[in-house]
């Protein structure tokens, strides 16, 4: 992907603020914003895989869980892994709030422990009670963060810009 490409994606990306606009200050934006993006590109990383970590998660839900950990972290072939048959895509517009945070929980504790750092929680209220949430989950449904399209660096340019 080029430079100019990498700059569409981030220009489609931050338009989301646009969304955000008398409702959040400025200076939030990126906290919501950069999670989201985030959240996207684990979920086109793990997109390959996804079929085969929630049956195994369903295969070896009675094991302890350092040992469930670690077959699912081997299946997902990642760093990190997503038990939960959601995807952005497939949230509910009518229960958008509690099927996104099922959804984020459903990450293994390390990836979990990003959104706690960006307090996404809070955010997703916020969003939720300014009837935002939906929107902004659906405009990031639509980008294709996969690492076909978008290599780790070129994801470090579009997160700087």
Request: glycine share 4%; net charge negative; proline share 2%.
């Amino acid at each position: 992907m080029t430079n100019e490409n990498h700059s569409q994606t981030a220009a489609f990306i931050w338009s989301v603020a646009d969304l955000l606009r008398g409702d959040f200050k400025q200076s939030q934006y990126g906290r919501i914003i950069l999670p989201f993006t985030l959240l996207r590109r684990m979920e086109c990383v793990l997109e390959s895989t996804k079929e085969r970590v929630t049956a195994a998660a369903q295969a070896h839900v009675d094991k302890p869980e350092a040992v469930r950990e670690m077959l699912l972290l081997r299946e997902a072939g990642q760093q990190f892994f997503n038990v939960s048959p959601l995807s952005l895509a497939t949230l509910s517009d009518t229960q958008t709030m509690d099927d996104l945070t099922s959804y984020v929980q459903s990450f293994s504790k390390e990836a979990r422990e990003i959104f706690e750092h960006f307090h996404f929680e809070d955010f997703v209220e916020q969003l939720n009670a300014n009837n935002l949430l939906y929107q902004v989950v659906q405009r990031f449904a639509g980008i294709d963060l996969s690492p076909k399209a978008i290599s780790n660096f070129g994801m470090g340019i579009i997160l700087k810009s």
